[in-house]
């Protein structure tokens, strides 16, 4: 049965007095605000995941030696493939916990460099490939609240090597493996072998028809339709593909003007949220950034090309598409692009020259841009200054409370602190856009409570209570979901918004009201797993009082799905303590 956990947003008790207490500030209103988290986690994290226990998994690569967090207990990594050290006893991923501003260090055996990942409806984080030994390794992490929960590793089980690749849930609850460097193919996961089974690896021959000199079709953007099909865009050109019959339903315009948007060049792309209060869905995809073609050569022979300053939007299922094409304030390439709680799009992070790769970028673009989408002017807002580079292997993720977390840039083959315009940075930062700004804590709502035990089902009806501090605009409240994603190298894997479909707003008492929502209608719209839940108020979004616990959202409507989402009841893991040593 297809279910989908959805974490309801909540304030961080400690962060409470602040929003009480600040006087109002206009600069915050207009152009967000930014603070240091952590001055150094000992890594320079290049992949980020949010997990539905509020803590966030990242890690970085293992093939460059030793990092600047000693792992926990006087373990050590043994491995004889690794191309760095072979008995490393420092960590190269953290388990960061929102709540308390700490981190602990994790082991992963086998290297994760420019891997890949999805959470499956159980919450276990299923992530794929890498480099060297860890090319074809499924690594596993589930969430616990303790301090026991590590990395679990199952080398050699993907059928092909899985390097710069993109990874998609699907609504059956499988992953989708698609790419990689060389790879013109994809797979599933778990594998479910059987007489009628397909190939453990399937063709796609788009990907060839994508790569030129440079390659720029790696990490390939690929998008969930409603319809059950994936939008996939590499290079220049994108396709509607039907992954069950392994066939291409429709070509796409390339977007105009002819230059790359994927790895090396690095633009990024989100889907538009789908709203399903609308008489019909209409999906958009926005891809935003990148490199003209040859700036990846030019870099490194040290010319810097300036980066790509455009956004294409296309309409995918018009019966004839074209990209619409929109200026950004600023050319970005390596930039990361998230869905905000109000539906907005904050562009973050990257360079205004050159390309991704070792010393390839230029120029840092320290200036965030949020995108509305839904409005006809003034589309693009630019955000208050950065004060550190994130460059290349930088990453960000939407928390709870709808900050966006920022961490990592190691332009360089190794860590490298001195003597080098951009060293590289191990710090955290958050940026908090300006729906968070005390300016607007009058219409902010305030979630309560939601029935069902927080469990909704595919077009089950679920009330959610809220507060707001002033009269609610009945007409500007929604309810929205977001899938947290896999950030990694410009592009979030998974992540998605569903506005649900709301049937009223009622006022209780005082300040508070409850919305009867709906459920999504299928698992194509939103495939099960954890997601955010929103109220959205005149553009504001919500949190849930502090006092409260941590509130799961499941939508349930068959269990064999979870059940066969547990794909690690199906694999063997090996790394043991044998491959440990003590100091």
């Known amino acids: ?31 967000g605000q930014w603070n240091l988290l952590q001055p150094s986690i000992g890594i320079s994290p290049m992949h980020m995941q949010l997990l539905h226990n509020d803590k966030i998994i990242m890690f970085d690569r ?50 994760t460099w420019c891997s890949s990942g999805s ?74 072998p059987s007489p009628n089974s397909s190939p453990s690896s399937i063709p796609l021959n788009f990907l060839q028809q994508t790569s030129d000199r440079s390659e720029n079709n790696l990490y390939p953007f690929v998008h969930l339709l409603p319809d059950g099909n994936l939008f996939i865009f590499a290079n220049t050109k994108s396709v509607l593909f039907d992954y069950k019959q392994n066939s291409v339903i429709r070509e796409f315009p390339p977007i105009p003007g002819g230059d790359p948007r994927n790895y090396p060049s690095s633009g990024s792309s989100v889907l538009l949220p789908l709203d399903e209060n609308l008489d019909s869905l209409e999906p958009e995809v926005v891809v935003c950034g990148g490199a003209p073609r040859g700036s990846f050569e030019n870099a490194a022979r040290g ?99 709808g900050r966006v977390l920022v961490g990592g840039s190691n332009p360089h083959v190794y860590y490298n602190f001195t003597g080098v315009e951009y060293p590289t940075d191990l710090s955290l930062e958050a940026f908090s856009p300006p729906y968070l700004a005390p300016d607007f804590a009058p219409v902010r709502p305030v979630i309560r409570y939601i029935t069902n035990n927080n469990v ?6 679920c009330y959610v209570t809220f507060t707001v ?76 009082s502090f006092e409260n616990d941590v509130l799961e959202v499941y939508f349930r409507e068959a269990q064999d799905i979870a059940a066969s989402s547990d794909a690690a009841s199906t694999l063997v893991p090996v790394a043991s303590s044998s491959d440990e040593l003590t100091r």
Not at 65 to 88: F, T, W
Not at 389 to 396: D, E, F, V
Not at 479 to 490: E, G, K, Q
Request: charge should be neutral; include cysteine; charged fraction near 15%.
């Open 469 to 544: 501090p002033n009269y609610a605009s009945v007409s500007e409240v929604s309810i929205r979901i977001v899938a947290p994603s896999f950030t990694t190298h410009s592009f979030g894997q998974n992540q998605r918004m569903v506005v649900l479909k709301l049937s009223a707003v009622t006022y209780l008492a005082g300040e508070a009201y409850y919305a009867t929502v709906m459920g999504p209608s299928t698992a194509e719209i939103a495939p099960p797993g954890y997601y955010l839940l929103f109220v959205v108020h005149k553009g504001v979004p919500s949190w849930v």
């Open 1 to 31: 049965m297809s279910t989908i956990m959805i974490l309801i947003p909540f304030i961080l008790a400690s962060l409470f007095p602040f929003f009480q207490a600040q006087p109002l500030s206009s600069a915050f209103a207009n152009q």
């Open 119 to 192: 959470v499956l409806p159980n919450g276990t984080l299923v992530q794929t490939g890498g480099y060297n030994d860890g090319e074809r390794s499924i690594r596993m992490f589930t969430p616990c609240f303790g301090e026991t929960c590590d990395w679990v590793e199952f080398p050699g089980l993907l059928s092909q090597r899985r390097w710069y690749a993109t990874n998609q849930i699907l609504p059956d609850a499988r992953v989708i493996v698609v790419g990689g460097r060389r790879q013109f193919n994809y797979e599933f996961l778990p594998k479910t």
């Open 62 to 111: 293992t093939d460059f030696g030793h990092s600047y967090l000693p792992l926990s207990n006087g373990r050590c990594r043994m491995d004889p493939n690794e191309i760095a050290l072979k008995v490393d006893c420092s960590a190269h991923s953290v388990l960061y916990d929102v709540a308390t501003n700490t981190f602990r260090p994790l082991m992963i055996q086998t290297d």
């Open 303 to 401: 010319n810097f090309v300036q980066a790509l300053g455009t956004c294409g939007r296309i309409k995918v299922t018009d019966s004839n598409p074209n990209w619409v094409m929109q200026n950004m304030p600023m050319p970005r390439a390596m930039g990361d692009m998230l869905l905000l709680p109000n539906g907005d799009v904050v562009i973050i992070n990257g360079a205004g020259a050159g390309t991704a790769g070792w010393e390839h970028g230029h120029d840092p673009v320290l200036l965030p841009v949020i995108f509305r989408p839904s409005e006809t002017v003034n589309q693009f807002s630019v955000m208050a200054p950065a004060s550190r580079p994130r460059l290349y292997h930088s990453s960000a993720v939407l928390l709870r409370d």
């Open 456 to 461: 909704l089902g595919y077009r089950v009806f």
